[in-house]
């Protein structure tokens, strides 16, 4: 599978982004889905994740209340919405799909697939 993300801009702080992740090469329902940042300087971190069927999400505890994960499997694509926006929430926001059995999982290891990143900037 194919993962295009997008959605990524400059943005105030306070303020939000819905980042987009399309799925083209094989249908979206059949993997679990990840949302993963990357800060300059920094490793690469889990930020949400959600099961095939969309009934299962888990956050990282820095973005609980403020982003959600979603997924439309007829669409074959997944989102972030990213509300309440924080300048350390800055970095390259990637998707990523998984396609073993199991809970979505939280591990960039977990991942088979992923798509380019998109640059997220909030001023302050």
């Known amino acids: 599978v194919q993962l295009q993300a997008s959605g990524g801009g400059l943005v105030q702080a306070g303020g939000s982004l819905r980042l987009s992740c399309a799925a083209s090469?094989?249908?979206?329902?059949?993997?679990?889905m990840g949302w993963f940042r990357q800060a300059p300087g920094k490793e690469r971190e889990f930020v949400a994740a959600i099961s095939r069927n969309g009934g299962s999400t888990s956050y990282a505890d820095s973005v609980k209340g403020r982003f959600t994960i979603s997924r439309d499997n007829a669409k074959n694509t997944a989102y972030l919405q990213m509300n309440s926006l924080k300048p350390e929430d800055a970095a390259v926001y990637s998707c990523?799909?998984?396609?073993?059995?199991?809970?979505?999982?939280?591990?960039?290891?977990?991942?088979?697939?992923w798509g380019q990143g998109t640059q997220v900037t909030v001023s302050s």
């Open positions: 990523a799909a998984a396609g073993r059995s199991g809970p979505p999982p939280v591990l960039v290891s977990k991942y088979d697939y």
């Open positions: 090469g094989r249908t979206l329902s059949t993997y679990n």
